[in-house]
């Protein structure tokens, strides 16, 4: 059966969407949730195990402080209540990547509760109310080999590797997000960024959407205005930012031509598939009692002291969105020029120019302009594109020297992108440097007025602006690398002329 989907603006005409995110991040400590374990990625499968992340008979978990300090953290900084006592739950189901069928996860006793973040959408703040951040472990990972999809369907053999078994995971759970009407899907990936942004500022995870570290579920669901919310559906692991919006717009779609039609949303897990941007059905969702939760017997109760949380929280860094506004004042950016540095992802590449030595300014200009078009057209993030911020105040340092034009700037960047060295390296070994020497010029200026008889005569009877094409003429012939000043100086000297 296809069914036509109804246009994105009837569906917000007709039914409010209602959102939520499930967001998990692995931390990175040293050692597993529970075990010594190493935690890095990478490594042969099954290297990286032992009795307690293997759930072998007898091994005991013992809880790492480093995790619970580093989520307590994340929770401070999505404003939470960090509770004074609370403990480790067993949620237990069977899937083979999980060795001991159970996950030890925190069910109605999490660590930090009721916070929020407020994100920054076209100019206004949107503030989510956060329910809950816990603790939990990973699971393995299963390889199905053999098929063509690398899907179980249709593969000859299943392997599991448990290396990443056990490494901690903080679960940041959404309120319900109502309210958002058409903007449901941009505030979905806003409240992604801005949470990315801020537990990287943490210094707690890497935050990599496409290496797992950052893995996202989106629930949508529909209602009629004035009605009770919707059946939500729940889109798993979503692995990247555009995605998250695309997975919410695709849900929001696809669930209004089911009730169109008369139908009842089922209310499931569903898969988001990059290629065509649409959700397929998983499994019906679990409820709680499904997961036959009890208390961890194998842990004592987590009891953080009043004083450490609060030490904490004292030292937590500048938050992202603060830091932002705190930059644009710094720079004098208007909202709309602070709004594109941000959508370039270059805040911090040139915060770390001007840290080198650069003008605000020039920064922006460098980052914002040749490097962004060069990132755009070559598909790759800004902070990949091949220069570095160092590089670019270096650049800068060498125009401001007088010692590299605009243009010539511009091909010696090109060069660094291209990996061939350092600006003052690329100038040098190109020589591509601005020649500012009069007796180097001088023979061209001569060549110049000579091939220019008119030209040189207006200047001479007093028409001063004729000399822009005796200066374009010089330019010619030195490749673009004369200083135009000097060059200009000459021509008026050599003609008998006050400049
Ligand atoms: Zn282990």
Known sequence: MTTTLPAYDEVVARYEPV?????????????KMFCGCPT??????????CPVCLGLPGSLPVANKAAIEATIRIGLALNCSIAEWCRFARKNYFYPDMPKNFQISQYDEPLCVDGYLDVELNGETVRIGIERVHLEEDTGKTLHVGG?????HGATESLVDYNRAGIPLVEIVTKPIPGTSALAP??????????????????????????GSLRCDVNTSLNKPGEEWGTRTETKNVNSLRSVERAVRSEMLRQAAV??????????????HEDTGDTTPGRSKETATDYRYF????????????????????????????????IQQEWGLSDLDMQ????????????ATVAAGASPAAARKWWLGELSRRANETGVELADVGATPNQVAELQSLVDAGKLNDKLARTVLEGVVAGEGSPTEIMTNRGLEVVSDTGALTAAVDEAIAANPDVADKVRSGKVAAAGALVGAVMKTTRGQ????????????RLGVQG
């Open 19 to 31: 959102i939520g995110l499930e967001t998990h991040v692995e931390l990175g400590t040293n050692t």
């Open 40 to 49: 890095d990625f990478g490594g042969e499968p099954n290297t990286r195990v």
């Open 148 to 152: 063509a999809t690398g899907r179980i």
């Open 186 to 211: 941009e505030v979905a990936r806003a409240y992604v960024t801005e949470l990315r942004d801020v537990i990287r500022s943490l210094g707690v995870s890497d935050v990599r959407m496409e290496e």
């Open 259 to 272: 009730l169109d039609a008369g139908g009842k949303i089922t209310q499931e897990t569903r898969h988001f």
């Open 295 to 326: 208390p961890e017997p194998d842990l004592v109760p987590l009891v953080p002291d009043t004083a450490w949380v609060a030490e904490l929280k004292a030292a937590l860094p500048e938050l992202p969105r603060l830091r932002r506004k705190r």
């Open 340 to 351: 594109s540095v941000v959508n370039a992802g270059a805040v911090e590449l040139i915060e």
């Open 482 to 493: 004369a200083d135009a000043k000097t060059v200009r100086e000459l021509i008026l000297e």
